[in-house]
């Protein structure tokens, strides 16, 4: 695996040349650590759509979202396309730390970069809606709550995830 600078970009940064090939780019505002997480995921997806095929591909597809290599550019965000990175962010997370719970703020240092702070209204309010679908649990000191709970927050794997 290249590491992403190695890699020939347009000169807006925003696509990668593959074998002639244009492909989009990650997104460079992700931080370090957090994109190495989302790329161990796209990558445990990939070996899983080799052995279970279609049933897993969502969780490439989640993954690829997550990184803004697909689903809306990254370089002009809407706030519907925001929600569902945000989302898939959320998911990719849980899924790649195999049962341990999140902190918002991963989601949205993901999606916002240093402006991180200004979507965590907006990863509470998709959380809550992953919440009401069984797709991730919110706890407070290890215990449910509501996401409107007052107060740090966890963001754990729900009933419906799909790993």
Same mark, same amino acid.
């Given at each position: 695996? &290249?590491?992403? *600078? ?16 244009? @492909? ?7 931080? !370090?650590?957090?994109?190495? !997480? ?8 990939? /070996? ?12 490439? &597809? ?12 990254? @370089? ?7 929600? !569902? ?5 959320? /998911?990719?997370?849980? /899924?790649?730390?195999?049962? *341990?719970?999140?902190?918002? *703020? ?9 402006? @991180? /702070?200004?979507?965590?209204? $907006? ?7 992953? *919440?009401?679908?069984? $797709? ?23 009933? &419906?995830?799909?790993?």
């Amino acid at each position: 695996m &290249h590491h992403v *600078s190695d890699q020939e970009r347009t000169d807006d940064g925003r696509y990668i040349i593959v074998k002639g090939q244009k @492909w989009r780019a990650s997104d460079p505002a992700i931080p !370090e650590g957090l994109r190495a !997480e989302l790329v161990k995921e796209l990558m445990t997806a990939r /070996r899983l759509v080799k052995t279970r095929g279609d049933e897993v591909r969502f969780r490439v &597809h989640d993954a690829k979202v997550a990184l803004g290599e697909r689903g809306e550019p990254w @370089w002009a965000p809407t706030d519907d396309g925001r929600s !569902e990175r945000i989302a898939a962010t959320i /998911r990719s997370l849980l /899924r790649h730390r195999d049962g *341990s719970s999140i902190c918002p *703020s991963d989601a949205a240092r993901v999606v916002g970069g240093e402006n @991180w /702070r200004e979507l965590m209204a $907006q990863v509470r309010q998709v959380a809550g809606a992953l *919440s009401s679908q069984g $797709q991730i649990s919110i706890t407070q000191k290890g215990q449910p709550v509501a996401v409107d709970a007052r107060g740090p927050i966890r963001l754990g794997p729900g009933e &419906h995830l799909h790993s």
